[in-house]
């Protein structure tokens, strides 16, 4: 059984930076796409970051030079560090992984999330 599990989120200022991590069990990364989303109160919940098994990463464009995602593979963990946070990054902050090869279009595991605030 896959379980994902969040950890790092918090409260800090405009300008300040966080490491969210997510910790597997049943998955090994490098398997195939890991990545994180978000989810603001009243918006949908949008793709941040995937890195496929070869270690290609890619962004949406409003965290490109902010945001980096990588994994650990002797910690089986994937990481999101966050600098430059802005208020807007507000949001539950979710980890996803998938098995089956679909080209990070589709995930079919997801953690419970982990809530980051950025205060102005």
């Known amino acids: 059984q896959v379980q994902l599990t969040e950890s790092g989120g918090g409260s800090v200022q405009a300008g300040g930076s966080l490491r969210l991590s997510c910790a597997t069990s049943?998955?090994?990364?490098?398997?195939?796409?890991m990545g994180w989303f978000r989810q603001a109160p009243g918006k949908e919940r949008e793709g941040v970051a995937a890195?496929?098994?070869?270690?290609?990463?890619s962004y949406t464009d409003s965290v490109k030079g902010r945001f980096t995602i990588s994994q650990d593979n002797a910690k089986n963990t994937l990481y999101l560090q966050m600098n430059s946070l802005k208020p807007e990054d507000t949001a539950m902050y979710y980890c996803?992984?998938?098995?089956?090869?679909?080209?990070?279009?589709?995930?079919?595991?997801w953690g419970q999330g982990t809530q980051v605030t950025v205060s102005s």
């Open positions: 049943g998955y090994t990364v490098s398997t195939d796409c």
């Open positions: 996803a992984a998938d098995d089956r090869e679909r080209l990070c279009t589709d995930y079919a595991y």
């Open positions: 890195i496929d098994k070869d270690g290609t990463t």
